[in-house]
């Protein structure tokens, strides 16, 4: 069944992965316009496309635990998930700034005042130059292990994430709790265990 999967994914194109994860958006775009995110579409777009951000750090995030403990291999599609992700954050960040606070005075007052935000803004920053390095020029003038040095950064830009998600919601809600339990599973996952010595 596994090595069915890794052939089917292997015959996948990457730019198919591309349209495939960004179909959301003109969803979303459309629902905002049309009503259907409720009386805040400001807000509702805003919260849509964080949700996005986040279930898609968790897919990066899940296709190395993947390949290690089941044997499905989705490496190749590693990079277009985390650059779609920084699109989503991108996307999110800017209805933030330009839709929904519109001040520009504002902002930075908002970013330092506001502890959600602050560390919402935190993860987007963590996140720019892995996405500006997320090429094979990059890997060949970092080299292979200071580009993945780098690249671990995603691990702190997911839980600032998943904070930012907890924080921003009044009160103890269940979803953001779940989708932090998901990142630390995934996080934990990728530590390497002591083996147990044998007699």
């Avoid at 987007?124 to 996405?131: N, Q, R």
Wanted: glycine letters at 8%.
């Amino acid at each position: 069944m596994i090595d069915r999967l890794n052939m089917l994914a292997r015959r996948v194109p990457v730019w198919l992965v591309y349209i495939v994860l960004l179909l959301p958006v003109p969803w979303l775009l459309y629902l905002a316009f049309t009503g259907g995110l409720g009386r805040d579409p400001v807000k509702g777009l805003e919260h849509e496309l964080g949700q996005w951000a986040l279930k898609l750090i968790i897919a990066g995030l899940a296709i190395t635990p993947l390949r290690r403990f089941a044997g499905l291999n989705l490496i190749g599609f590693r990079r277009a998930t985390g650059l779609v992700t920084f699109a989503y954050v991108c996307l999110h960040f800017a209805v933030w700034l330009f839709l929904d606070v519109q001040i520009w005075s504002q902002i930075w007052a908002d970013i330092i005042k506001r502890p959600y935000i602050t560390i919402g803004f935190a993860a987007f920053v963590l996140m720019i130059p892995l996405a500006v390095t997320s090429n094979n020029r990059s890997i060949r003038k970092l080299g292979p292990v200071a580009w993945r040095r780098l690249h671990k950064l995603v691990y702190v830009a997911a839980v600032l994430g998943g904070v930012h998600y907890i924080w921003l919601v009044k009160g103890i809600q269940i979803e953001p709790l779940v989708y932090m339990a998901i990142i630390m599973g995934l996080l934990a996952l990728r530590l390497r265990w002591p083996k147990r010595a044998t007699a």
